[in-house]
């Protein structure tokens, strides 16, 4: 499963992790991405999207039509 939310387009950021001592490691912060089903009432159909946690809030607040919209303009295909 792709780390990286089809709404937000957030991905995986990169930094150090740092010891007492200041030693310091690469690391990942990976994005909270779970797949998801959706009904798109428009279409009569199911949709499945890779979503973040605050993608699936953007969602309930803004409505599954307005997001797959967005998602449709910047050229991905849904």
């Given at each position: 499963m792709?780390?990286?939310c ?5 991905r995986?950021s ?15 912060w ?8 959706f009904?798109?009432?428009s279409?009569k159909?199911?949709i499945t999207?890779?979503i973040s946690?605050k ?6 607040k803004r ?6 919209a967005?998602i449709?303009?910047?050229g991905?295909?849904?």
């Amino acid at each position: 499963m792709p780390n990286r939310c089809d709404v937000l387009g957030k991905r995986p950021s990169t930094g150090h992790s740092v010891s007492h001592s200041n030693i310091k490691s690469k690391r990942w912060w990976k994005v909270n991405a779970q797949k998801k089903r959706f009904w798109l009432p428009s279409e009569k159909r199911w949709i499945t999207l890779h979503i973040s946690a605050k993608g699936l809030r953007t969602i309930d607040k803004r409505g599954i039509e307005r997001v797959v919209a967005d998602i449709r303009a910047t050229g991905q295909k849904v």
